[in-house]
């Protein structure tokens, strides 16, 4: 009877060994398995943040790509001197043009004459700029009193007023606000092309804050002689200028536009010079007000 007991005993402890094993070699597997699935786990965001990492580098543009010409498009028709000219807008406009917060020297002023590298700043604005596309970008009062449009005008990244700076041909003037975008940039240019003396900074005592001034003098219509000065900068050497005679009446002021008699602004424009016909007018470089 004992021995059938231990014979029994000895079953089902073996029973229990065997299960035991059986046991432990189903779960190595399974465990091995979920190591396995919890590295993937583990391994799948920091593959995912490196492809979106990639990603993110490929689409992103560059600054070059995504920079764009400043201002309006149009196309340059005529120049009429270093910081005037006149342009055409797609929507077909032609407008005339004051380049802001710069000043050049006069080629074309009646009483003036033609002014030290006067010549070669309108050369340098004709040749850069005719026929060129150029971008027109405004500040915040859009025109003067004459109905031209005051604008930077743009090629492609450069501003183009501030080139004739930094070729000394020409100087910071005509600063008023709220038109003052890039005067701190413009004056710091100005600044530069002091030091190293170049275009109109190479005549000392030249280019001054009220305008350009000469040693030379230059004859009025008239043939009276005065300083060569700037006349629109409140020089108090400026002559008074004559009164209208017989049929010369016709009005020629600081910015190159004449008026007619019984225009809208005929009698409150103050003449730098009279002319007799609109033909002698217009030769001398001047445009009829539109009013």
């Known amino acids: 009877m004992r021995e059938k007991r231990r014979k029994s005993l000895t079953s089902l402890i073996v029973f229990l060994l065997t299960a035991l094993l059986i046991t432990g070699c189903a779960q190595a597997p399974s465990t091995g398995q979920s190591s396995t699935d919890s590295g993937q786990k583990t391994d799948s965001p920091a593959a995912k943040q490196e492809d979106s990492s990639s990603n993110d580098v490929k689409t992103t543009p560059s600054t070059d790509q995504t920079s764009a010409v400043k201002g309006m498009p149009a196309t340059v028709t005529y120049v009429v001197d270093g910081d005037t000219l006149d342009v055409k807008f797609k929507n077909g406009k032609t407008e005339r043009i004051r380049m802001l917060l710069i000043d050049t020297p006069e080629t074309k002023h009646p009483r003036l004459g033609v002014q030290p590298f006067g010549p070669e700043s309108s050369k340098f604005t004709k040749t850069q700029l005719t026929g060129k596309k150029v971008g027109v970008e405004l500040d915040v009062s859009e025109r003067d009193k004459y109905g031209r449009l005051l604008a930077y005008i743009w090629i492609g990244k450069q501003n183009f007023n501030q080139l004739l700076l930094e ?58 002689v005065s300083g060569g000065s700037q006349t629109n900068k409140q020089n108090t050497q400026v002559k008074t200028p004559e009164k209208p005679k017989g049929s010369c009446n016709i009005k020629g002021n600081q910015s190159g536009i004449y008026h007619m008699p019984g225009g809208q602004y005929y009698d409150r424009t103050k003449a730098e010079v009279m002319f007799c016909s609109e033909a002698e007018a217009q030769k001398a470089g001047y445009r009829k007000s539109q009013r």
Not at 171 to 190: E, G, H, I, L, S
């Open 167 to 224: 070729k000394g041909l020409a100087r910071v003037a005509y600063v008023y606000p709220p038109n003052t975008k890039y005067v701190d940039q413009f004056r710091a240019t100005q600044e530069k092309a002091q030091k190293a003396g170049v275009g109109i900074w190479s005549i000392e005592n030249y280019a001054q804050q009220d305008g350009f001034h000469t040693n030379s003098k230059t004859s009025t219509s008239n043939g009276t």
